[in-house]
């Protein structure tokens, strides 16, 4: 297998210390990759639609996958899932939350409003790291994502 280039993931998830474990994880895996994050459900809408702040599309490219949080200010996970998933030019945009809730109702709801996955958020960083790299290697390696 060979890994694709330019990949860009967009994370939204307003944790800054998880942000910067798996900005590392990704790192230390030598995923090659394009990492963006946003803290919440509203900048994530603007990064996608390229408006207010992320205005500039060099800049904020579309993403080839979307690792989304559940619970975030403004808007959370659920209202911009839902956005996403309803607007036929972002819909067909891989999304795989990754959440800390274990709970049925959550992976439920969210499998049906149409993401591709749903990981719980482990406890270490070694677990983060490893989760990331199959996480990866399936999405980048295995997978063709639309362009």
Do not use: H
């Amino acid at each position: 297998m060979n890994p694709k280039k330019n990949i860009k993931i967009l994370i939204a998830d307003d944790d800054r210390k998880l942000q910067a474990l798996i900005k590392e994880a990704f790192d230390n895996n030598n995923t090659i990759c394009d990492i963006f994050f946003v803290d919440n459900g509203e900048e994530l809408i603007d990064f996608l639609r390229n408006t207010g702040k992320y205005s500039d599309k060099n800049m904020y490219p579309r993403p080839g996958i979307i690792l989304l949080d559940l619970n975030m200010p403004k808007k959370d996970g659920y209202q911009a899932l839902k956005e996403i998933k309803s607007d036929d030019s972002l819909k067909n945009i891989p999304i795989v939350v990754l959440a800390a809730s274990k709970s049925k109702e959550d992976i439920s709801a969210t499998y049906n409003l149409g993401i591709s996955g749903y990981i719980t958020k482990p406890n270490t960083f070694e677990s983060l790291a490893e989760i990331l790299k199959i996480t990866s290697s399936y999405w980048f390696e295995i997978v063709e994502l639309p362009s």
